[in-house]
């Protein structure tokens, strides 16, 4: 099982390659791992630029008033990885808890929060209080992604999992009645909203931050 997120606020940061850093300080320019799959929109189509990525932006934003200009390359994940230990590229965004070997890197401070949260039909009157609560529901999960505030029940089959492959196999299953909801993640959520006309706010809705209820505590992940 692919564990991507292991705790509730989990920090993207950046990572760079110790390799290169005289490198970059030298030239002035930074070669920034960008992975072929995407996350819009923390990463999107970086040829078309459709908006732009969040986290190529964040850097951009970082480093060029400090006269650095940032070249990105897409690069599938494992190659990517290869090339950063090996200095053939500088910089990467990732949750150091996510790393197996974070001490060959070096890592910026944290600088951005991403969370994982509840997707309901727009008429749900599922009010998340603890686990509990969502005994007996369908859960809509992508597939091999961790969730252990939920995997002990999702085991013992008190939550019914349902696996997809993407966030848009979710919207489908709520918008067609066969999921009570989905755990997605925010932002995410947001920008599909947003650009996606299919999958307006007025049939599906996020949870929203009450007191006694609120958030689901599986998954927030905190990027450098």
Known sequence: MKYTHVSLFTTLIFVMSC???????????????????????YYVDEISNSGGSILTEILKAVAEPMGYTIKTRTLPNKRGWLMLENGEVDVHAKAKEWVDNPDDFLWTDPFMQSEDVLLLPASSTLKYTGPKSLYGKRIAAIKDFAYPKLEKDFAAGN??????????????????????AALVNRVETLWTFRNNPRFKTKRLRLDKKERGHGRIPVRVHQIR
Request: hydrophobic fraction near 40%; aromatic fraction near 8%.
């Open 159 to 180: 939550i019914k999992r349902i696996d997809v492959l993407t966030p848009y196999d979710m919207f489908n299953l709520l918008i067609k009645g066969r999921a009570d």
């Open 19 to 41: 390799m290169t850093c005289p490198a970059m300080a030298e030239e002035k320019t930074i070669s920034m791992f960008v992975p072929d799959t995407k996350w819009p929109p």
